[in-house]
C-alpha cells in the first residue's frame, strides 16, 4: 500500500464502481473483490469471503459489503468513507434524472435504454458469481454448492433464501470436517 | 385508466403527502427486516397496498427506472418514491432511513466476527453461505439471460463479452462496460424502433 490518504484511496476505488453499478450492488462485487484484494491488499481472501458471508446473511442490500470492507480498513471512519463513496455518485445520478423525469410521461426511449443496458447487468452478475467463487479456499465444495444453489434459486427464485443460505454453510462445514 | 394512474396529474385532494418522520418508518422497516434480495417486494407492498402511497403505475416505471440507472436498485426506488412523496428532503429521508440501520447491523456484526477470532468451522460456514448467496446471485442473472434469448443472439453475445472481458481477461471494469455500453445502446436503438 502506498503513503496515499487511506480515504481518498477508497473514495477512488469506490466512487467509478458506484457509476457503472447497472444492475445493483451485485454486479460489481467481482471488481469490489479486485481492488481490496489483489490491488490494494486491504484483506486476505479468506478474510474477503467471512465479510462477504456476512452481508448477504445481514439485512439490507448486499452493496453493505463496501461499508465492511470500509471498517475493516478503517474503522468507523471507513465504513463512513467507503459507504458515501458507494451510494453518494449513483444516488445523485438517479436523483438528477428523477428531477428531470418528474412527472412526465413513460416514454419509449425506457425500453430500449433497459433491453440495451439489462445484457450488461447480466454478464456483470454471472462474471462477480465466477470471481468469488474463484476466491474460495478451493477445492470443489464450494463450485458445487454455488452450482446446487443456482439450480435450486433458479426454480424456486419465491422462497426465502436465509434457511438455504444457513443450509449451504453447515454442508460446507461438514465436508471441510469429514470430506476434507 | 383512472386520473390516479396518471402520473402526470396532481394526487387526489384526499391525498396527504406523508410527514418525514412517517416517510422515515417504513423505509427504516424495510431495510431492517429485507434479507437476501426480493425488497422491492417489501416497498410494493408498504407504499402500495398498505399505504396507499403511489399507484401501481408509478411503483412499475420507478422499479424500471431503477433498474436502468447504476447503484443499488432498492436505493434508487427509495429514492425516486421519497422524492414523488416530499421532493428532494424526501429522497434523502427514504434512502438514509433504508441504509443506516442495517449499516449499523452489518458493522455489529462484523465486530462480533473480529472478536471472535479465526475459528475453522465458522470460517468454513461462512464460505458455505457465501457460496450458497453466489448461487443465488447467479439465478437472477441466469433468469434475465433466459429472459433475453427471445431478443435474439445480441443480449447474450453482450453479456458473454462481458464475462470474457471482466472475468476471463481481467480487463478494467469501467472501460469495458462503458465501451459495451455504447454497442448495447446502438444495438438496442436499431432492433427497438420506440
Not at chain 1, 436523483?95 to 454478464?123: F, I, S
Not at chain 2, 466476527?113 to 460456514?125: K, R
Not at chain 2, 429472459?147 to 462481458?162: H, K
Request: proline residues 6%; positive net charge; aromatic residues 10%.
Amino acid at each position: 500500500m502506498s503513503d496515499e490518504n487511506i480515504y481518498l484511496t477508497l473514495v477512488k476505488v469506490f466512487a467509478p464502481l458506484s457509476l457503472i453499478s447497472i444492475g445493483g450492488g451485485q454486479s460489481i462485487v467481482g471488481d469490489i473483490h479486485h481492488q481490496a484484494v489483489d490491488v490494494h491488499q486491504w484483506l486476505t481472501q479468506g478474510r474477503f469471503i467471512d465479510l462477504f458471508a456476512i452481508s448477504r446473511a445481514a439485512p439490507g442490500p448486499g452493496a453493505l459489503l463496501t461499508t465492511l470492507i470500509g471498517w475493516d480498513v478503517s474503522g468507523f471512519a471507513g465504513a463512513l468513507v467507503a459507504s458515501l463513496a458507494l451510494f453518494v455518485p449513483s444516488s445523485l445520478l438517479a436523483y438528477l434524472v428523477t428531477r428531470a423525469w418528474h412527472g412526465k410521461r413513460e416514454e419509449p426511449w425506457y425500453r430500449w435504454v433497459q433491453a440495451g443496458l439489462a445484457p450488461l447487468a447480466t454478464g456483470l452478475i454471472l462474471a462477480s458469481a465466477l470471481t468469488i467463487i474463484r476466491a474460495t479456499s478451493g477445492g470443489a465444495s464450494p463450485w458445487i454448492i454455488a452450482g446446487v444453489s443456482a439450480a435450486f434459486f433458479s426454480r424456486f427464485h419465491k422462497v426465502n433464501p436465509l434457511p438455504i443460505l444457513a443450509i449451504g454453510g453447515l454442508i460446507q462445514v461438514l465436508v471441510a470436517r469429514f470430506l476434507a | 385508466m383512472s386520473s390516479q394512474s396518471d402520473p402526470t396529474l396532481p394526487p387526489p385532494a384526499s391525498f396527504h403527502a406523508p410527514s418525514l418522520a412517517e416517510l422515515a418508518l417504513p423505509f427504516g422497516k424495510i431495510g431492517i427486516s429485507s434479507f437476501g434480495g426480493g425488497l422491492s417486494a417489501w416497498v410494493y407492498r408498504e407504499m402500495v397496498d398498505a399505504r396507499h402511497w403511489i399507484t401501481e403505475d408509478e411503483f412499475l416505471g420507478a422499479v424500471t427506472m431503477s433498474q436502468i440507472l447504476p447503484g443499488a436498485n432498492i436505493v434508487n426506488l427509495a429514492l425516486q418514491i421519497g422524492f414523488r412523496l416530499r421532493g428532494g428532503i424526501g429522497s434523502v429521508v427514504a434512502v438514509l432511513s433504508l441504509l443506516v440501520p442495517p449499516m449499523i447491523v452489518v458493522i455489529l456484526l462484523g465486530i462480533a466476527l473480529t472478536s471472535i477470532g479465526h475459528i475453522d468451522w465458522l470460517h468454513d460456514f461462512l464460505e458455505g453461505l457465501a457460496a450458497t448467496a453466489i448461487g443465488l446471485s447467479a439465478s437472477v442473472g441466469l433468469r434475465s439471460a433466459r429472459r433475453s434469448l427471445r431478443m435474439g443472439w445480441w443480449p447474450s453475445l453482450l453479456s458473454l463479452s462481458v464475462i470474457i472481458g471482466v472475468f476471463g481477461l481481467q480487463w478494467p471494469i469501467v472501460p469495458v462496460i462503458f465501451g459495451l455500453a455504447v454497442c448495447g445502446l446502438f444495438i438496442a436503438r436499431v432492433k427497438i424502433r420506440g
